[in-house]
């Protein structure tokens, strides 16, 4: 989805935070925000969503700006399994999903 | 497993053959969606079904392309007359959509090679 941007490629030290921007500045009102992650040629993997409240779950969290045009996953502590594709999308009547950003975590 | 299944996980087929995809979802989940990966793009949505009923089939890629869910439970994608450019990943995701909350799940994917 063109309207959903992220950044080709990051990397980020183990035990560090990593924070994964995406840019969706044509997010309509009742669009949620979703985060999934890919790992080689599995299925995408859910990781959390939200509307217009910053999220936590076990896995991540999600930082919406208040104007809703632009929000950050942060893996708190990345560790060498979260190297992967992740993906941010916007979900409305179908989920659109941008081109990825491939994270690599370094030891 | 409890999660989404889908058979194959890769086929090989020339060009101009029909293809045949199955999707399982998790069980009780009321809707069924498809999509199509190819190589260093996100999933792009294709269609959807909520129980049996086909909700948005406009953004299949061309009249190629048909997907059913008979019975609300499973769901086959079909591909006729393949093309090369079919080559991609075909995911299934599957939710249980209660008043706008909804997640989907995906499956494994079907890696399809057109020669």
């Known amino acids: 989805d063109a309207k959903t941007t992220q950044p080709p490629s990051m990397d980020c030290a183990e035990g560090r935070a990593a924070n994964l921007p995406c840019n969706h500045s044509t997010i309509s009102g009742n669009e949620y925000v979703y985060w999934y992650r890919q790992i080689h040629s599995q299925g995408p993997q859910y990781i959390i969503h939200?509307?217009?409240n910053n999220e936590t779950n076990e896995m991540a969290s999600l930082i919406i700006t208040e104007d809703r045009k632009s929000s950050t996953l942060i893996l708190p502590h990345a560790t060498l399994r979260d190297t992967a594709v992740y993906y941010c999308?916007?979900?409305?009547?179908?989920?659109?999903f941008g081109a990825g950003t491939r994270l690599t975590v370094k030891p | 497993d409890t999660g989404v299944s889908q058979d194959p996980r890769h086929k090989i087929t020339k060009r101009g053959q029909n293809v045949t995809f199955r999707c399982d979802p998790i069980s009780e989940h009321n809707r069924l969606y498809w999509y199509r990966q190819t190589l260093g793009q996100g999933p792009e949505f294709l269609t959807y079904?909520?129980?049996?009923?086909?909700?948005?089939k406009s953004r299949l890629l061309s009249d190629r392309f048909s997907a059913e869910r008979p019975k609300g439970s499973f769901s086959t994608l079909e591909i006729q007359r393949t093309e090369q450019g079919d080559s991609a990943m075909y995911l299934c995701?599957?939710?249980?959509?209660?008043?706008?909350?909804?997640?989907?799940?995906f499956g494994p994917g079907t890696r399809l090679l057109v020669l």
């Open positions: 999308a916007r979900r409305g009547l179908d989920m659109r």
């Open positions: 079904f909520q129980n049996e009923a086909q909700l948005e």
């Open positions: 995701a599957s939710s249980f959509r209660t008043g706008i909350q909804e997640t989907q799940y």
């Open positions: 939200g509307l217009k």
